[in-house]
């Protein structure tokens, strides 16, 4: 199994971004899909995840900035990222919760001004 996750890059604080993984088989199965951070220096931890029925559940640091939702048509998962902040820069994954697939290489998110 691979996951593409795309959509990284350099944002100012309080900017947004929004992430896509694509992933290399069908996830309408998969009962629930997350996304990953790893900050350098920090354990990788979980900030978002959904259920294949659409039950969503956040970490506090970024409950009510972000949205993850997924599109099992076409294998998708994405993180809707808004109010960004220094803090949250980290390199971002896709996966299953928990995850057991291969992590890829992630997309990374730099928030600096």
């Known amino acids: 199994v691979q996951l593409q996750a795309s959509g990284g890059g350099l944002v100012q604080p309080g900017g947004s971004l929004r992430l896509s993984c694509a992933a290399s088989i069908r996830i309408f199965s998969i009962n629930k899909m997350g996304w990953y951070r790893q900050a350098p220096g920090k354990q990788r931890e979980l900030v978002a995840g959904i259920t294949s029925g659409g039950i969503t559940n956040y970490a506090d640091s970024v409950k009510d900035r972000f949205s993850i939702s997924r599109d099992n048509a076409k294998n998708a998962v994405y993180l809707q990222m808004n109010s960004l902040q220094p803090e949250d820069t980290a390199v971002y994954y896709c996966?299953?919760?928990?995850?057991?697939?291969?992590w890829g290489l992630g997309t990374l998110v730099t928030v600096s001004s």
């Open positions: 996966n299953t919760v928990p995850g057991v697939w291969n």
